[in-house]
């Protein structure tokens, strides 16, 4: 199917600059946001703004979710105006939120009884790589479906992979949270370490970036917490619920996975203090005893 119009669902800190992507990739695009002042950035970019997802769906047939939280991929897809009320046979909706797994498994089934096509596409890289369309984006679906969506991922993103059936993409975003969350606690504890022994904890990480302990989150998230700068990239309120996410799929599967649960704890502290809004790296403060 020729790709006439894309909707796009969500106009936060990623689904923004992915807008954004995709009219300089010269597709025509349709926007539905809860918040309407959201909109207001593309009145000049030629865009449909519709009144629900209904409609949207109506007058596209391809339709992008990236909104905050299972809930709401709930409402804004099978909902009283949700998109499967507007879709057409053959339409495809591409959830790039990060929820549940056996949610998204259940709107596929939905979507599937309209003869509508579901992948889900949860990405990382935060809004820089929304920004830059350096996005990895990790898709559950059907093969074909997944080829046909590929042009659109390659504008949004770098590292594309299909990883298997509806779920799988939630699935592998739930393992990249639990890394990332885990290696900024490991991250927080050496520079700890460091300071505690009066060791200058800059040179520390500046020794670790050229070994084997080196990461992307060593880099950049260890330059947060020595500068102690936490504007948000991804805040922790967001990563505690994808952390919630995961440790519900390793309940349903019956596995232990206590890292990961102590990572919860970290990011619980943080967002209890009402510092959700930061960085995730702020889980640094709680490990430094900057909150008690």
Known sequence: MTINRIGLIGLGIMGKP??????DAKYQLGLFARNT????????????IYKSPSELAQHCNITITCVADTP????????DSGIIHGAQSGHLVIDMSTISPEVTRSLAKQLAKKKVDMLDAPVSGGEVGAIDGTLSI???GKPDVFKRALSIFKVLGKNIVHVGDHGAGQVAKACNQILAAQTISAVAEAL???????VDPNKVRDALLGGFANSIVLDLHGKRMLENNYKPGF?????LKDMGIALHSAEQNKISIP??????????????????????????????????
């Open 18 to 23: 992915m807008a954004k992507n995709l009219l």
């Open 259 to 292: 890292g990961a649960k102590m990572a919860q704890q970290y990011l619980q502290k943080l967002v209890e203090e009402g510092n959700g809004d930061l960085d995730s790296s702020a889980i640094a403060k709680v490990i430094f005893n900057e909150i008690s």
């Open 138 to 140: 990790m898709v559950g």
């Open 72 to 79: 709401d991929v709930v409402d804004v897809i099978t909902g």
């Open 235 to 239: 805040k922790a309120s967001l990563h």
């Open 37 to 48: 002042k959201n909109t207001e950035p593309f009145a000049n970019d030629n865009c449909e």
């Open 192 to 198: 700890l370490l460091a300071k505690s022994s009066n």
